[in-house]
C-alpha cells in the first residue's frame, strides 16, 4: 500500500477554492488515489478517485501529476458545511482494505 | 442515492456482554467490510467479506469477533464479550462488483459504549 503525507490541517474562508496535496512516494504502478471525506459522528464519504491526469466529478477535481507520486484535492468555493476531515488514501482499487491516515482537518470559516 | 444503513446508532452495553451490530449494505453489493474508529484515533479496518466468507481480516478481528450475512440483506458483526477498548464508532462499508477501483461506501456507524 502507498504511504501517504498529508498537512494535518487547513483554514479556508468560505468562498476559496482549497486545494489539498497529499504526497505518496512509494506508490505502485496498479495504485489508484481516493480521496474521503468524514464529518464527525459520520462514517467516511467517497469523494474522488483517480490513477492520472485530471478527475473531476460535482463536488471535486484531482490532479495526479505524470510521476504520479503526489496528488492533489481542489475543492472549488468551500462553505462552512465542507468543515471536515479529508483522506488521501492509495491502494490498489479499493476491492481490499482500505488504510486510513489521520487525515487533513479542513476548517472553512466565514 | 442508495446508503449503507446502520443500527442502532448508540449501543451501551455491560463490560463482558455480547453485542451485535447491524448493518444493511447497499442492495446490489457483493463485498462487505467492518471499520472502527476509536475516538479520536484513525478509521481501523477489521474485516472483508465476500461470497459468504472472509476474505481478509486484521489483527485486531480476534476470537471475540465474528461475522454473519444472514440472509440477503443484513450484515453483522458480533463482539462475544465485550472490554472497555472495544468502546468506539463501528463502520459498515460495501461495494459493488466490477473493477477494482469501485468506491466502498460507508454508513454513519454505530457508537459502541462499553461499561
Known amino acids: 500500500l502507498a504511504k501517504t503525507t498529508q498537512p494535518i490541517s487547513m483554514d479556508s474562508y468560505e468562498g476559496q477554492e482549497v486545494n489539498i496535496t497529499c504526497s505518496h512516494n512509494?506508490?505502485?504502478?496498479?495504485?489508484?488515489i481516493t480521496w474521503y471525506q468524514q464529518f464527525p459522528s459520520q462514517g467516511p464519504r467517497f469523494i474522488i478517485q483517480?490513477?492520472?491526469t485530471k478527475v473531476t466529478n460535482e463536488v471535486a477535481s484531482l490532479f495526479i501529476p505524470a510521476d504520479r507520486k503526489s496528488s492533489t484535492l481542489s475543492l472549488p468555493r468551500v462553505s462552512l458545511s465542507d468543515t471536515a476531515v479529508y483522506y488521501c488514501?492509495?491502494?490498489?482499487?479499493?476491492?481490499?482494505?482500505?488504510?486510513f491516515g489521520t487525515g487533513t482537518r479542513l476548517q472553512v470559516t466565514l | 442515492e442508495p446508503e449503507v444503513t446502520q443500527t442502532p446508532s448508540h449501543q451501551v452495553t455491560q463490560m463482558g456482554q455480547e453485542v451485535i451490530l447491524r448493518c444493511v449494505p447497499i442492495s446490489n453489493h457483493l463485498y462487505f467490510y467492518w471499520y472502527r474508529q476509536i475516538l479520536g484515533q484513525k478509521v481501523e479496518f477489521l474485516v472483508s467479506?465476500?461470497?459468504?466468507?472472509?476474505?481478509?481480516k486484521s489483527e485486531i478481528f480476534d476470537d471475540q469477533f465474528s461475522v454473519e450475512r444472514p440472509d440477503g440483506s443484513n450484515f453483522t458483526l458480533k463482539i462475544r464479550s465485550t472490554k472497555l477498548e472495544d468502546s468506539a464508532m463501528y463502520f459498515c462499508?460495501?461495494?459493488?462488483?466490477?473493477?477494482?477501483?469501485?468506491?466502498?461506501?460507508f454508513g454513519d456507524g454505530t457508537r459502541l459504549s462499553i461499561l
Open positions: 462499508a460495501s461495494r459493488n462488483r466490477g473493477a477494482d477501483n469501485q468506491p466502498q461506501h
Open positions: 467479506f465476500y461470497n459468504n466468507e472472509i476474505s481478509e
Open positions: 488514501l492509495g491502494g490498489p482499487g479499493t476491492a481490499s482494505k482500505l488504510t
Open positions: 512509494n506508490i505502485a504502478t496498479n495504485d489508484y
Open positions: 483517480g490513477y492520472k
